[in-house]
């Protein structure tokens, strides 16, 4: 039954964010690797996946950079 569960969240989470993941795929096959850039806005014009909290805004810690 866990198993279950765990898979259709996976799913649903990669199919919400299917267009960053493609993205991200591309980028790393152009040479991007991931940075640790600790926590930080997001940029309004990059796809991200972000981390937030009630009561604050969201926020990301790794960035594909070149």
């Known amino acids: 039954m866990i198993i279950i569960v765990v898979v259709v969240i996976g799913s649903l989470f990669m199919a919400d964010n299917q267009e960053f993941f493609n993205k991200a795929e591309k980028d ?19 796809l991200s996946i972000t981390s937030q909290v009630e009561g604050r805004n969201p926020k990301i810690y790794w960035k594909l950079k070149k």
């Open 28 to 46: 790393v096959k152009a040479g991007y690797t991931w940075h640790y850039v600790g926590e930080q806005d997001p940029d309004p014009n990059s």
